[in-house]
């Protein structure tokens, strides 16, 4: 089977595009480099020992899309590609309201034009909102707080829809809690452009001795340690939820959503304390205030993606801190 990634040289793209090769698909990447590079794509064919067909293309650039799918018989789409920076969405609401939405519009109408009708979209936790207690359960009410999480929603909104107009379509809306780690090798990971926002590449760098502290955000929250509480799920997990998806496309009906997550809540302590003692080094932080629009606590309700995917993690938090430190080592020893 040919799977259109697009997104495929980012971070999660690109260890989907890794076990996409290694379960013997075909891998077709979309990718525009804004958020990623060309080394990304080099380093899937020197782990899989495979080739891999690559457009850079803009999901925006309509006949740069439509290309893409008239010279390939496409099976089904893995869509990453979009803007996922919480903060920034809420200093640019337009860009991504235009990247995000249009881009993906332009994919699925590409579909409808080749007759393609499987789509596994990457979605996130935030459209579970500020209300819905934890564990998050698929059915719950959704809502989002932020431009970038607006956009996610609206797109499982527009996949719905478009599932209506076409019965025969089958749709996964991947929900992912918060990906961290990098593959083994050591090859791809998760690149931290400038200043990180996220906390697992921002410990990274003081790792690295980039960023002198890590600040973390709130110690007074209603949790065990006072500071907050997510479900980090390791990339290589994430990406096999992906697979998992892909072989049961064929019994989903419509858009169907799924949560990605362990169903494990750790705090920052947790895993600045795990990071430590796996990688037999020292992070030093301040507690600082909280960060507007920061949860307490949440974490994924596992049983919809275990009963119907048939997926469960298998990477341990110390696999996760370790690997996403010998990935940032190689980065800065080259
Ligand atoms: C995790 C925890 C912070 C940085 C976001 C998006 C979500 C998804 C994952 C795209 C929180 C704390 C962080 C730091 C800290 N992105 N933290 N100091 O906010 O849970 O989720 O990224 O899909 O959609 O909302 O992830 O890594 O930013 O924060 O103390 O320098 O670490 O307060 O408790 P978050 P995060």
Redesign the pocket.
């Known amino acids: 089977m040919n799977i259109l990634v697009t997104g495929g040289a980012g971070f999660i793209g690109s260890h989907t595009c890794v076990e996409l090769l290694q379960n013997g698909y075909e891998v077709i990447i979309l990718d525009n480099y804004y958020n990623s590079s060309p080394d990304a794509v080099k380093a899937i064919e020197k782990i899989t020992g495979k080739s891999v067909k690559t457009y850079e293309t803009d999901m925006l650039d309509k006949d740069g899309v439509e290309q893409v799918f008239a010279e390939n018989n496409i099976d089904a789409v893995i869509h990453f590609a979009g803007l996922?920076a919480?903060g920034e969405s809420v200093q640019k609401p337009m860009f991504y309201y235009h990247t995000n939405l249009e881009g993906t519009i332009n994919i699925i109408e590409a579909m409808e034009r080749h007759q393609v009708k499987k789509f596994v979209f990457s979605s996130?936790?935030?459209v579970y909102g500020m209300n819905n207690p934890s564990p998050y359960v698929e059915g719950m009410p959704l809502s989002a707080t932020n431009p970038y999480g607006w956009t996610k929603l609206m797109i499982e909104q527009m996949l719905c829809d478009a599932c209506v107009a076409h019965p025969d379509w089958h749709v996964a809306l991947l929900r992912?809690f918060?990906p961290i780690g990098a593959h083994a090798s050591g090859l791809i990971g998760e690149k931290p452009n400038g200043i990180p926002?996220?906390?697992m590449p921002?410990i990274t760098m003081v790792a690295a001795g980039k960023l002198d502290h890590?600040?973390?955000?709130?110690g007074d929250y209603d949790t065990p340690d006072g500071t907050?509480v997510?479900d980090y799920i390791h990339v290589c997990d994430l990406a096999v939820g992906h697979i998992k998806a892909l072989d049961k496309l064929d019994q989903i009906q419509g858009a169907r959503a799924f949560n990605l997550g362990t169903g494990v809540g750790y705090s920052?302590l947790d895993i600045v304390h795990a990071f430590e003692k796996a990688n037999n080094l020292k992070i030093p932080y301040e507690i600082t205030d909280r960060?507007p629009g920061?949860l307490p606590s949440y974490f994924a309700d596992t049983t919809r993606a275990y009963q119907e995917l048939g997926f469960k993690t298998q990477h341990s938090l110390e696999d996760m801190c370790r690997s996403s430190w010998n990935f940032v080592k190689h980065l800065y020893q080259q």
């Not at 890590?214 to 709130?218: E, V």
Request: proline share 0%; glycine share 10%.
């Open positions: 996922k919480v996130s936790a935030t992912y918060n926002n996220n906390l921002y890590l600040n973390i955000f709130g907050g997510r920052v960060r920061d």
